[in-house]
């Protein structure tokens, strides 16, 4: 089956370094705790809305709390210790006692802290159910409306900074052919450390995040897949300071894919490391619950750097994204792990490397669905070449079998996307698939010619990468703060959110992780 | 010189443009897209493609002639005024005028995420097959990345003894680039003395390079500009300065 003829051996030694140089992450992803993940916590026991100044109610809850006892021993046990005391009737009025100043928690002991912790347990199962629902749901669609009906999936962004000028869009999208409707958020979104609340129809470059604006799409695109009779899927950003939260409101609210990588935010960011592992931890924790898949984004490092020469970074954080991910309890059809076409279309052969990555990419993870992102940065403003470029790129990807295939833009890097270029760009990738699909049974590449060499090298490379990682004292921490990935030299001690990390005390208690980990 | 289009003789005026109506695709649909063309003074104008885009709109290509009339001689632009150097040549040229290496901090300021344009410039990666400022032995790089605040970036600023400041703004939904050009300029002339401030340069892809007076900056850089470009741009300026100084 392998076109490719891989070393399995070589395989089996790249997954065994990717784990050994994630297991000291996830150590101390479950050594500490986050304001974020904290904040998701209360979301998942029903916490929701914000005051008059848009602050959300989990935010004032928890620094409440924090202010007085500390995160070290997780909000629950003081919250809901000040709820068994009789200092407000719900969580609801609690935060807004709190964010007065007029309640005041302490860590519960002995019984109290008992009673504290099933309570707790119970709400916040309740919440876990409400996700568990959500997902029963999403089944129960896909069989009445039917499935997308071929892969690979025909994905497009909206982004207009507008929920309400995004809703039609996305409908005309899907209607066009769109299989996956990803809302672009804000761009300043990811460094806020609260979501937005409520309805929004202000945006920079993309909409924000908020849970209403997601129920909002969710129930359109609901109405576009019973016109439609296919199920519509709606993806998302768990990704920043808030990655936790914002993965509790997609489960809540049945989004179907999540932007989810496991060092965007800190290489592209500059969010703190130990935030984002923790943050990462829960927020995939939470995705494989909610029955969401996951892309990945190792498509970024290939704008900074050379697609060819950073090629192996690419596969090396496939991997780790891979071991990350099962680690929180995906499996292999929630992982659509990230790569791109961003070869300098002036080089020779460069559409024999781009097969040979994409390649390389799907016999390595022959059971994960792939996100296959379209040229970004050799895209001009020639609008002539970007779309001849796209339909190669629609070509690699129909012949290397792509779970999740992005439609590029020619109009990439000149203007947010017109209807038009919408519709040429549906266009190209009907062609291409309707022309080529059936190529990929046929599609052998030489035994030892340029595609399949190419595949082995970067393997290799990627090893030898591996390899470097794990020899660093603190592997994969000092590999990112020595500008291994991506050019980005990111330190452990630096970056944004650290100030929200806190290590675990002895009676941590936080109901959601524990639910978490059971399942 | 004066010209005309060139589709394949020498003075045929000939362009083409592509549009989408909010209307159905119909005669009358097609006729209105010739309407516009026609409009836009293209005469004859041919609609060679009209596609049904859903049920409200079409998207028309059409082909025409234009009888306009362009004068080379009246078209102004931002000419280079300073001298290409090669790196070396930019290395040498900053330890004559400054004696010490130069200071340049660079970032995206707001709330754009978009550090391409930065990491072209000052990445050793570089751009366009050009090394970037990192490469330069006699510039020292400070990259602050995507979302810094203005604040950060003045603090930052005057922490390092920035002889440059490079700020680069690719998101301009609601002209945020020149709004946050702006605060930029507005920040650093607060904070330093006449004539004390470093050189502010601010890039991006939709910048016009005639516009630096107008935001307050020392030079707008466009789409297509190179590392080279801007360190040669900057030892120039740089020794003009302490040439004053003297």
Not at chain 1, 205 to 225: C, H, I, K, W
Not at chain 1, 376 to 382: A, E, I, L, P, Q
Not at chain 2, 51 to 64: A, N
Request: net charge negative.
């Amino acid at each position: 089956m392998s076109a490719l003829d891989l070393d399995p051996t070589t395989i089996r030694q790249a997954r065994e370094l990717a784990r050994r140089a994630g297991e000291p992450i996830v150590r101390m992803a479950r050594e500490h705790t986050t304001v974020a993940v904290e904040r998701a916590t209360l979301r998942l026991a029903g916490l929701a809305g914000a005051d008059a100044e848009g602050t959300p109610w989990v935010n004032r809850l928890a620094d409440a709390v924090r202010d007085e006892v500390g995160l070290e021993h997780g909000v629950a046990l003081p919250v809901w210790d000040a709820l068994l005391r009789g200092e407000a009737d719900d969580l609801g009025a609690l935060a807004q006692k709190a964010a007065v100043g007029s309640v005041s928690f302490r860590l519960p002991t002995g019984a109290d802290a008992d009673r504290a912790r099933t309570a707790s347990s119970a709400v916040v199962a309740e919440g876990l159910a409400r996700i568990d629902r959500r997902r029963d749901e999403r089944e129960q669609l896909i069989r009445t409306h039917g499935d997308a009906p071929s892969k690979p999936w025909i994905y497009l962004i909206v982004a207009t900074g507008d929920i309400r000028e995004d809703i039609p869009q996305a409908q005309q999208a899907a209607r066009e052919g769109a299989d996956v409707i990803a809302v672009i958020r804000s761009t300043g979104q990811s460094l806020l450390d609260y979501v937005p609340e409520g309805e929004t129809h202000e945006g920079f470059a993309g909409t924000y995040a908020t849970q209403e604006n997601f129920r909002l799409m969710r129930a359109a695109l609901d109405e576009s897949s019973r016109e439609l009779g296919r199920y519509v899927r709606l993806t998302n950003y768990a990704s920043g300071l808030c990655m936790p939260e914002i993965a509790v409101l997609a489960g809540l609210e049945r989004l179907d894919m999540m932007l989810n990588d496991s060092m965007y935010g800190i290489l592209f960011r500059d969010i703190n490391p130990v935030r984002t592992f923790v943050d990462q931890r829960f927020s995939r924790q939470v995705h494989a619950r909610a029955g969401i898949i996951i892309n990945t984004g190792e498509d970024n490092y290939l704008t900074t750097a050379d697609a060819v020469e950073a090629a192996h970074t690419v596969t090396t954080s496939q991997l780790l994204n891979e071991y990350f991910a099962k680690e929180a309890g995906l499996e292999d059809w929630q992982l659509g792990l990230g790569h791109a076409f961003e070869i300098d279309p002036d080089l020779p052969d460069s559409f024999c490397l781009e097969l040979a990555h994409a390649m390389l990419a799907r016999e390595l993870f022959p059971d994960a669905p792939l996100k296959w992102m379209p040229p970004t940065r050799h895209m001009t403003g020639d609008v002539f070449r970007g779309y001849l470029l796209d339909g190669f790129f629609n070509l690699a990807g129909a012949l290397t079998g792509q779970g999740i295939l992005l439609v590029g833009m020619m109009t990439e890097a000149v203007v947010t996307p017109w209807l038009s270029d919408r519709d040429l760009a549906l266009r190209n990738v009907r062609y291409v698939l309707e022309a080529a699909g059936g190529l990929r049974e046929d599609f052998r590449p030489a035994p030892d010619g340029l595609i399949v060499t190419r595949a082995r090298q970067v393997l290799g490379e990627s090893v030898d990468l591996l390899t470097r990682i794990t020899a660093h004292e603190h592997g994969l921490l000092d590999a990112i703060a020595d500008g291994t990935f991506g050019l980005m030299r990111r330190p452990a001690d630096g970056g944004r959110g650290l100030d929200g990390v806190a290590e675990k005390a002895d009676g941590y208690h936080n109901p959601a992780t524990d639910l978490l980990e059971e399942s | 010189m004066i010209v005309r289009p060139y589709g394949d003789t020498t003075g045929d005026g000939m362009v083409q443009v592509s549009f989408t109506l909010p209307i159905p695709h119909s005669k009358v649909a097609e006729g209105a897209a010739a309407q516009l063309a026609a409009k836009m003074g293209m005469d004859p104008a041919m609609v060679v493609h009209a596609r049904p885009m859903g049920p409200g709109f079409t998207f028309f290509v059409v082909y025409g002639r234009v009888s306009h009339l362009v004068d080379t001689d009246a078209v102004e632009v931002v000419e280079r005024d300073y001298p290409l150097l090669t790196p070396a040549e930019v290395n040498t040229a900053i330890r004559r005028s400054l004696r010490r290496r130069m200071v340049v901090v660079g970032a995206c300021v707001g709330t754009d995420a978009h550090t391409v344009g930065i990491d072209a410039i000052l990445n050793v990666k570089g751009f366009a097959g050009e090394k970037g400022l990192e490469y330069y032995r006699e510039i020292k790089v400070v990259n602050l990345g995507a979302q810094v605040d203005v604040e950060q970036l003045l603090a930052r600023a005057v922490e390092e003894g920035a002889d440059a400041v490079l700020v680069s703004q690719v998101v301009t939904q609601r002209d945020a680039h020149l709004l946050h050009a702006r605060q930029v300029a507005a920040a650093f002339a607060a904070a330093y003395p006449d004539g004390g401030r470093p050189l502010l340069v601010v890039g991006g892809p939709r910048f016009e390079e005639s516009a630096a007076a107008g935001l307050g900056v020392d030079r707008v850089f466009g789409r297509g500009t190179t590392p080279g470009e801007v360190a040669s741009f900057l030892a120039d300026r740089v020794a003009a300065r302490a040439e004053l100084a003297r």
